[in-house]
C-alpha cells in the first residue's frame, strides 16, 4: 500500500468558502463536510443537530450533491451507506435518541467496510432527555453501540475550528480505513460561534475513494491490500459484485462458518488497531515534571483549561491531556503517563464514561479520579480544582 500521504488530493473549489467566518461548530462542521467531497447527506431533524444539515441543504445545489430529508434515523442511516456504495461520500448528523436508532447501521456500515461518517451532537439523556443541553453520555455507545466485534475512530472537536477541520479528518480516516467515523462533537460546541478559518482549496487535502484497479470479473470486495483495507468499486461501472452484512468471503458472498467468521472480524479489528498510535491525536502540555493530569474532550476541555490554570497558579504541578482521537483510546499514551504521575482527574459530561478507559489503561498505576456531571450545564472550573487537589493529597 502507498503510503496514505502520497495519495492526499486539494480539495475541490466548489466546495470550500475560503475565508475568515464568524460561524458556529454545527455550520463548521457541514462546511468541513463538503471541503472533505461530501456530496450527500440523509437526516433527520433533531436538536441540536439540525443546523449541520440544514446548511448543507442550502448549500449543495451551488456545490452539485443531494440532501434528502428522510423520514426517520434508520432511513437516514441505511441512506448514506448506498449513497456510498453508489459512489458518493456520505454522512448523517443525529443527536440522542436518533443515534440509538443508527445502532444497527453503524454496524452494518462497519461490517461492510463501508466508508461513511455519523455526526452526533451530544445532548442530555437518556431518552428525549434535555434536547437543547449539553450532555457527553453517548462515548461508549460510539464504541460499542452496535453489536458484535468492531472497532470504530471516533473525534471529538472542542471547537468550532477544530468541528471545520476535524471533519475533514473524519471522511479522510473513513476513506482510508473504509470503516464508519464517529464526529462526536456536544451541544455546547455545536452551537459556539467562533472564529473559523477555511483555507484555499489547494491547501485542503483529501483522501480520495480506494478504487480498485481490477478488470470486470477479477474483482474482490474484500480482498484486502497488506495494511488489511480492500479497494472499492461502486455500483454501475461493469463490477459483478455481493455486499452483505453476514459474514461473507472476499467474494462479498455469505460464509456462514467459525473460520470465516474468525478471519472476518479480526481483520475487521485489526485494520484500526494496527493504527492505533498512528490515529491518536491528543493536546498534551505540562506532563513534563506533573503530579497530576487532567485528562478531558470536547466542551469539557475548555472549563478544565480554566481548572488547570487557576491549580498552577496555586503552584500545583499539573498536566494537561486532551483527547480528539478518542477511539481507538489512546491507552499507550496513558498508560506512559501513568508511570511517572501520582493520578490522573477526569471531569465529563456524563456519570463515568471514558474515566473507565483511563482506569484500565493507567492499570492501577496512578489514582484515576472521575468529575461526573450529569449535563443540562458545563462544570464549574473551581469543581474541577478540588479535584485536582484532592488528587495531589
Given at each position: 500500500m502507498e503510503n496514505p500521504t502520497n495519495l492526499l488530493r486539494p480539495a475541490d473549489p466548489k466546495g470550500v468558502l475560503t475565508g475568515t467566518h464568524f460561524m458556529d461548530g454545527d455550520h463548521a462542521c457541514c462546511e468541513g463536510a463538503l471541503a472533505a467531497g461530501a456530496r450527500f447527506a440523509a437526516g433527520y431533524p433533531i436538536t441540536p443537530s439540525t443546523e449541520v444539515v440544514e446548511r448543507f441543504a442550502a448549500r449543495i445545489p451551488k456545490v452539485g450533491g443531494t440532501f434528502i430529508q428522510m423520514e426517520d434515523e434508520l432511513a437516514a442511516s441505511i441512506a448514506i451507506v448506498g449513497a456510498v456504495w453508489g459512489g458518493a461520500k456520505a454522512f448523517t448528523v443525529t443527536s440522542g435518541p436518533g443515534f440509538s436508532l443508527m445502532m444497527e447501521h453503524v454496524g452494518y456500515a462497519a461490517m461492510t467496510e463501508t466508508p461513511c461518517v455519523f455526526v452526533d451532537v451530544q445532548r442530555g439523556g437518556p431518552s428525549t432527555g434535555l434536547p437543547t443541553l449539553p450532555a457527553q453520555g453517548d462515548m461508549m455507545q460510539a464504541r460499542w453501540g452496535s453489536h458484535g466485534d468492531y472497532e470504530i475512530i471516533a473525534l471529538c472537536p472542542n471547537s468550532p475550528q477544530e468541528c471545520f477541520d476535524l471533519t475533514i479528518r473524519a471522511f479522510n480516516l473513513a476513506e482510508q480505513y473504509r470503516t464508519p467515523v464517529m464526529f462526536m462533537m456536544d451541544e455546547c460546541v455545536g452551537h459556539m460561534t467562533e472564529k473559523v478559518v477555511i483555507p484555499p482549496a489547494e491547501e485542503i487535502l483529501v483522501y480520495p475513494r480506494r478504487r480498485t484497479t481490477a478488470r470486470p470479473g477479477d474483482y474482490l470486495p474484500y480482498q484486502p491490500d497488506e495494511d488489511l483495507v480492500p479497494a472499492m468499486a461502486h455500483?454501475?461501472?461493469?463490477?459483478?459484485?455481493?455486499?452483505?452484512?453476514?459474514?461473507?468471503?472476499?467474494?462479498?458472498?455469505?460464509?456462514?462458518?467459525?473460520?470465516?467468521?474468525?478471519?472476518?472480524?479480526?481483520?475487521?479489528?485489526?485494520?484500526?488497531?494496527?493504527?492505533?498510535?498512528?490515529?491518536?491525536?491528543?493536546?498534551?502540555?505540562?506532563?513534563?515534571?506533573?503530579?497530576?493530569?487532567?485528562?478531558?474532550?470536547?466542551?469539557?476541555?475548555?472549563?478544565?483549561?480554566?481548572?488547570?490554570?487557576?491549580?498552577?497558579?496555586?503552584?500545583?504541578?499539573?498536566?494537561?491531556?486532551?483527547?480528539?482521537?478518542?477511539?481507538?483510546?489512546?491507552?499507550?499514551?496513558?498508560?506512559?503517563?501513568?508511570?511517572?504521575?501520582?493520578?490522573?482527574?477526569?471531569?465529563?459530561?456524563?456519570?463515568?464514561?471514558?474515566?473507565?478507559?483511563?482506569?484500565?489503561?493507567?492499570?492501577?498505576?496512578?489514582?484515576?479520579?472521575?468529575?461526573?456531571?450529569?449535563?443540562?450545564t458545563v462544570h464549574r472550573p473551581e469543581v474541577i480544582l478540588k479535584a485536582i487537589e484532592e488528587a495531589i493529597r
Open positions: 455500483a454501475g461501472e461493469g463490477h459483478r459484485f455481493h455486499i452483505t452484512g453476514l459474514t461473507h468471503d472476499e467474494r462479498g458472498y455469505p460464509a456462514m462458518n467459525p473460520e470465516a467468521q474468525d478471519k472476518l472480524v479480526r481483520r475487521l479489528q485489526a485494520k484500526i488497531r494496527n493504527a492505533a498510535e498512528e490515529l491518536a491525536s491528543y493536546e498534551e502540555q505540562d506532563t513534563e515534571g506533573a503530579e497530576v493530569v487532567v485528562v478531558s474532550y470536547g466542551i469539557t476541555s475548555r472549563v478544565a483549561q480554566r481548572a488547570i490554570e487557576l491549580a498552577r497558579k496555586k503552584g500545583l504541578p499539573v498536566g494537561k491531556l486532551r483527547l480528539i482521537t478518542v477511539w481507538p483510546f489512546p491507552e499507550f499514551k496513558i498508560r506512559e503517563l501513568a508511570s511517572r504521575i501520582k493520578a490522573f482527574v477526569v471531569p465529563e459530561l456524563n456519570l463515568g464514561q471514558i474515566v473507565r478507559e483511563v482506569e484500565r489503561a493507567a492499570r492501577g498505576a496512578a489514582k484515576v479520579v472521575g468529575v461526573p456531571h450529569a449535563g443540562g
